[in-house]
C-alpha cells in the first residue's frame, strides 16, 4: 500500500525558511509526479510546487523564487524547502504524488507563520 508521510511543519517566524519532507513507501514502480499542496481550513487545496520525475517543475506564482521543490530518489523522499515565508502561508500543506494518473496523498503537516 502506497504511503505518503509528510515531516518538518511547525512555528517558523515570518522571513523565516523551512523544509518540509515527504517519505513515499509502499510502491514498486517511480511516481510519474511528486509535490506539494497546501489548504486552509474552509478553502479548496491549492497546488504548491510539484515536480515530474524528469526534472520539470512547476510553481504557483505566489512561491515562485521562494520555494523549491526536490525528490532523493535514492531515498524516496520528496522535499519542499521554503523560504521568506509570510502570514498567508499558514496552511496544512499535503504531499502529492501521481503515477498512471492516480493520486495519492500524505495526511498533511501543519505550518503556522507568526509575526
Known amino acids: 500500500q502506497v504511503q505518503l508521510v509528510e515531516s518538518g511543519g511547525r512555528l517558523v517566524q515570518a522571513g523565516g525558511s523551512l523544509r518540509l519532507s515527504c517519505a513515499t513507501s509502499g510502491s514498486n514502480f517511480d511516481f510519474d509526479v511528486t509535490g506539494w499542496y497546501r489548504q486552509a481550513p474552509g478553502k479548496r487545496r491549492d497546488l504548491v510546487a510539484i515536480r515530474t520525475y524528469g526534472g520539470i517543475t512547476t510553481y504557483s506564482d505566489s512561491v515562485k523564487g521562494r520555494y523549491t521543490v526536490s525528490r532523493d530518489n535514492t531515498k524516496d523522499i520528496v522535499y519542499l524547502q521554503m523560504n521568506s515565508l509570510k502570514l498567508e502561508e499558514t496552511d496544512d500543506y499535503y504531499c502529492?504524488?501521481?503515477?498512471?494518473?492516480?493520486?495519492?496523498w500524505g495526511q498533511g503537516s501543519a505550518v503556522t507563520v507568526s509575526t
Open positions: 502529492y504524488a501521481q503515477h498512471r494518473n492516480r493520486d495519492y
